[in-house]
């Protein structure tokens, strides 16, 4: 799930690129061991959607410590697996021969400049990194341009309200929590990436991944180490779900949910779409 530099500003991104390799290397262990995110029933979910088959070549971009790469592994002809942490790629290696899965590749690289050829892959998905992303359409548009026609493009992200004042209060919290986070968007931004990209309307599949309030703040590594801070701004997200995110009290802790969609759509035969302007998910450039 690590992202990669930015196009703009140098200075932005180099303090981003900064910013995901510090979390991402510090994050990795517990990442990997962290049941909500890489349970079974989540990882078939995703899985399914994307309708494998046996002789299909599966790409999974910001691939983190491995789990949907190997989990695709066994069921297509082969798994790659492509991440910007060295940290979490070693996870990923160790998934892989801990699980006895023999047919996944790993590389280190960026998601705005996916080291594949045009249509290499049957299946393409990203799960739980477009938040990190300064230019979301941007990768997008390298996972479209690595599958196939007809290859199924998978993007799975944690979704912001459609309520601005909560969606606000919920990312404030998340760029505290983790200073490598850019923004959670709302779902309709998601789906928008499809319809820049001139791909069908994604079918978009529901689910939650539970959060309590002492694993949340134990994981993190948030601004300035301020763990109690962070234990703050999630209580106060309790009264009105200020955050959107279904907060309340158990007893003497809090628990949330983060909303995730898994949105899939298959790439369309090979045809003249012109140019998009991928720093938005609304702007199509006609051909000259």
Same mark, same amino acid.
């Not at 082969?78 to 979490?88: C, F, N, P, R, Y």
């Given at each position: ?14 303090? $981003? $690129? ?88 790993? $590389? ?23 938040? $990190? ?156």
């Amino acid at each position: 799930m690590t992202a990669s530099f930015s196009r703009g500003s140098t200075a932005a991104a180099s303090r $981003h $690129h900064a910013a995901i390799a510090d979390q991402f290397t510090r994050q990795a262990a517990g990442f990997a061991a962290a049941p909500a995110l890489h349970n079974q029933a989540a990882l078939d979910l995703l899985v399914e959607a994307a309708r494998p088959l046996g002789t299909d070549i599966a790409l999974d971009v910001a691939c983190g410590p491995g789990s949907v790469a190997v989990a695709f592994a066994a069921r297509v002809r082969q798994a790659v697996g492509l991440d910007a942490t060295e940290a979490m790629l070693e996870e990923a290696r160790g998934l892989a021969a801990r699980t006895g899965a023999g047919n996944v590749a790993w $590389h280190r690289g960026d998601v705005y400049a996916l080291p594949f050829p045009d249509g290499a892959f049957d299946i393409v998905s990203c799960r739980f990194a477009f938040h $990190h992303l300064q230019e979301p359409a941007r990768a997008f548009a390298e996972m479209v341009r690595v599958a196939r026609a007809g290859g199924r493009i998978v993007l799975c992200d944690a979704y912001a309200s459609d309520d601005p004042a909560k969606a606000a209060a919920f990312n404030a919290m998340e760029r505290f929590r983790d200073p490598s986070t850019v923004e959670f968007r709302p779902l309709a931004f998601l789906r928008g990436l499809f319809a820049v990209l001139g791909l069908p309307e994604p079918e978009v599949r529901f689910y939650q991944v539970p959060a309590e309030r002492e694993r949340v703040v134990a994981m993190a590594f948030p601004v300035g180490g301020d763990r109690a801070g962070l234990r703050a701004m999630l209580d106060a997200a309790v009264e009105g779900d200020t955050m959107g995110v279904g907060a309340r009290w158990d007893g003497e802790t809090m628990r949330f949910a983060y909303p995730a969609a898994v949105l899939v759509a298959a790439k369309r035969a090979v045809r003249s779409l012109g140019a998009y302007d991928t720093t938005s998910p609304a702007i199509y450039v006609k051909p000259k």
